[in-house]
């Protein structure tokens, strides 16, 4: 897409027009989840991986299965356990025999060689398998026996984690809970919402029905043009302030807090936020679209003192706090 | 990109930092206008009900602090431009359209903005588009409100200022301590004067109605004042004679022994140097009286001249006294006639209310001395 001669008001406008769409879209899907499927919708179009934390049942498996049938992605799923080996993810070399008789090794690509990746469960497979997903999710690509493969482009990564099960899990490390741009919290249902599902789902999957609305070239279209929203220095300095009020200071909520967020989490606040003015109809970013996403996107990069987690304090409600208190004086 | 946009775009953000500066600084000197307001309101009291006051020094003491602090702080306290233009996005609910804008407009060089295109050329159309809601929106301020604390300030500096410029009605302190009737207290400082005068005269040997006036001698008559004065050389030009001055004042006997060489110089000198007589008699008790609107005015001049004419002629052709150029010259010349006419004799003959008194020259002093003491009392 050539800048300078396609840009328009229109296009603006209807990239926005169509992600709405796709979130309305999700919504008759998955009831009474609005804020997790906007989020979501904005991370993909960000670039980003998504790391979804909640109950079982709440709906993370089906909305990821949603959201790739709206979209008309390749799909794939990993279902994580303590046994599953790295290979089983990346991929592994097999024999075969050609036509000719000959016997060669050949890569055969894993799952995840997709463009979109559902790994359900991430924290039941083992360190080693989890380290298997750092490579695939930042470099975009897989080695084997040396040898580079790239992934399909674009690759996305939704993992699904249950916060109460302890037994036979592996808490993810810190850096690889880094290379997810966002950690998305799947709340209970209200009542309303509740009714939804009994209407909606109950005899059917309703992901498995769904059309896409959205091409795929279109997706990536959109995801080019969420990079020209303009990002002001205004804007840049109070992220800036926003990423350092995590970081650990005498007095204050971050006294509760051990490390801070990484740069790595500044550009994904910037990123996400310049996606989430998109959505709005905006073509720069504001204040407004910083204190969105600034939830999604610190929230799994700051990490308590031993003394809070004990003490049980609640790291959103310290993030929450601390936003609210940056805006006041942004 | 339109430049009239642009200039639109940083008038709008210099105007709002305009006002935060205004209000940064408004806001960090108001205790010192509470300090001003308080000077003046206590200063405006003072004056009205203790002690009359300069306006100026109450107003510098309540001003000048103020003012320098508040000069202080517009150097100090000046926000930057974009703080302006932030502002200013607040202010018009802009969702920082108009802040992106007057970036896009203000930190790029006209190289880059005439490259202006894709998203940054659709903000500032979208900016353009909004700009006259923004404008009316500043155009069409809150009416603001004067809190209660600001309300007490302005009501005591405007106290304090009318008070202050109000002439004071209180009196000085040793008029205060008198009666209250400013009449009887006129008459019984009259009565007063009046006494210490008659008192003195009495002291002094004025006699009523003398039909043969003494004529004393030359060398017995009483100390000339002039001449008295120059040799005692203390009084300086300007300063008014002192009550207590008499014939027995121990500065007319000269101390000295008269072997003493200093005695000859002293007194020799009024006679010998004409220049040291001539200025002691502007400041003499014989000239002040001569200033006197009286009959003894006129014969103390001619008492004064003769003085002159005395020392002229016994001085040599240089003197001030006949120095055409100099104001002494002058004097001398049209009073020819009443030179003539002087025999030198310094009593004088006064008539007032049927009595006839001889007056001295000292004595002719006090009564010029109680005029003036009257004309104090009536006009203060």
Known sequence: ?330 | MNSELARKLQRQGLRQRNRIWLNRVLSRAAPLFVYSALVFFLGGGIHQLLLPLNFALIAGIAIVPSLAFVGFLGITQKPESREGAAEADKLFAANSLFVSAWELTRLQSDIMKSDIKGTANLLLERCEKALPDWSRAVTQPAPGKLKPAGLVTVTLAVLGLFFTLQPSHVQPRQTSQASPNASLELANAESAVAQKILSELSATGAQPTPQTPPQPAASTAPADPPASAAAQGSRKPGQPAQMDISASTPAAVNPLPASDPAMTIARTAPASNPNGAEKTTDHSAGNEAAEAPDSGVIEAREYDLVQLVDIETGSDQRSIANDETSQGGKLIEPEQGVLRQSNGNPWRQVSANGFTYMLSPQQRNLVWRYFVQLDKIDDP
Request: hydrophobic fraction near 40%; charge should be negative.
């Open chain 1, 1 to 330: 897409m050539t800048r300078e001669n396609e840009l328009s008001e229109a296009n603006f406008e209807q990239a926005s027009r169509q992600l709405l769409q796709l979130k309305s879209t999700l919504e008759s899907a998955i009831a009474g989840q609005a804020t997790l499927i906007t989020e979501m919708i904005i991370t993909l179009i960000a670039g980003g991986h998504i790391l979804t934390e909640g109950l079982p049942g709440l709906g993370k498996t089906h909305l990821a299965k949603a959201l790739a049938a709206a979209t008309d992605l390749d799909f794939s799923r990993i279902q994580c356990t303590p046994d599953l080996m790295p290979a089983d993810i990346t991929g592994n070399e097999i024999l075969r025999r050609t036509a000719d008789g000959e016997n060669r090794l050949e890569f055969q690509p894993g799952p995840v060689f997709s463009n979109l990746v559902l790994v359900d469960e991430i924290n039941r497979a083992s360190p080693k398998t989890q380290s298997s997903l750092l490579e695939a999710m930042q470099e975009q690509q897989v080695t084997y026996t040396g040898t580079t493969h790239p992934l399909p482009s674009p690759f996305w990564v939704i993992a699904t984690q249950n916060p109460i099960e302890i037994e036979g899990t592996y808490p993810l490390p810190e850096a690889q809970l880094d290379r997810f741009m966002v950690k998305l919290r799947v709340h209970f249902p209200e009542v309303a919402a509740l009714l939804a599902i009994l209407d909606i789902s109950l005899d059917v999957e309703p992901s498995e029905l769904l059309e896409p609305t959205m091409p795929r070239e279109r997706l990536l279209q959109i995801m080019q043009l969420s990079r020209e929203i303009i990002v002001s220095d205004r804007i840049k300095q109070a992220a800036v302030q926003l990423l350092l009020c995590t970081h650990p200071q005498p007095g204050g909520d971050s006294r509760h807090f051990r490390y801070g967020a990484s740069p790595r989490g500044l550009q994904a606040l910037v990123r996400t936020a310049r996606v989430h003015a998109l959505i709005n109809g905006r073509l720069q970013v504001d204040l407004d679209d910083l204190e969105a996403m600034a939830l999604p996107t610190l929230r799994h990069r700051v990490i308590l003192t031993i003394e809070s987690e004990l003490d049980g304090v609640d790291s959103d409600e310290l993030l929450t706090q601390l936003v609210q208190d940056w805006r006041e004086r942004a």
